[in-house]
């Protein structure tokens, strides 16, 4: 069946939706600004296809068009303005996508309350049939997980990285890779462990972002 192709001409919409990584085209029609926002966790990467778009990140500003790129790291305030003589496609990404995704600050620099969205704002198909509480019990049970993991793979790393001083110690190159690779794959465990906990809160947090829960 081969894999699906996207096109930043027809499809204007969010593409790939993970924890690891949100990746959308977006449309900015003439004369548009996004209100200015920070990620507490993700960094936010600019790809211009079309247009002329302004970008204010951290109070430093320029002006970038097609095949230009610029990244808004953890924390910086950025804003976004089309200041073409068209419409502005761009692709961009945030990972990780970790709700809640967006920070807002008052015009006096204070943080705002915290914004949860329903899945469906980054289109992705709502879940509207699972229980509220089987969805919390799921992050709980997730977080429970994380936990474990994360103290197994620090016992793993105590061991190896012991093992890696000793080979080199020894002059042992080969025994310290095997080592290196062993800490490799308790680390690898506990990452894939911090992605299955994150779907499970994206998953709840979804579902609390309105009222109705």
Not at 169 to 176: I, L, P, R, T
Not at 193 to 212: C, H, I, K, M, P
């Amino acid at each position: 069946m081969g894999f699906p192709v996207y096109d930043y001409r027809t499809d204007i919409r969010n593409i790939l939706v993970t924890p690891q990584i949100r990746s959308r085209f977006l449309r900015m029609e003439l004369g548009q600004v996004n209100r200015g926002h920070t990620h507490d966790l993700g960094h936010e990467i600019f790809l211009i296809l079309q247009g002329r778009a302004e970008f204010e990140i951290d109070g430093e500003k320029e002006v970038l068009g097609p095949g230009q790129m610029c990244v808004a790291l953890v924390d910086q305030d950025h804003i976004v303005r089309n200041v073409g003589d068209e419409p502005v496609i761009m692709y961009l990404s945030v990972t990780p996508h970790i709700q809640p995704t967006h920070t807002m600050w008052t015009e006096s620099g204070a943080k705002e309350p915290l914004r949860f969205n329903p899945s469906s704002v980054y289109d992705v198909h709502p879940d509207i049939t699972t229980p509220t509480g089987e969805l919390v019990e799921r992050y709980s049970q997730a977080s429970e997980a994380f936990a474990a993991t994360v103290a197994a793979s620090a016992n793993v790393q105590r061991e190896q990285v012991a093992a890696f001083r000793r080979a080199l110690a020894e002059g042992d190159k080969q025994a310290a890779l095997v080592a290196r690779d062993a800490m490799w794959e308790a680390l690898r465990t506990m990452f894939l462990q911090v992605y299955d906990l994150a779907e499970a809160w994206n998953s709840f947090t979804s579902r609390t972002a309105g009222d109705e829960f």
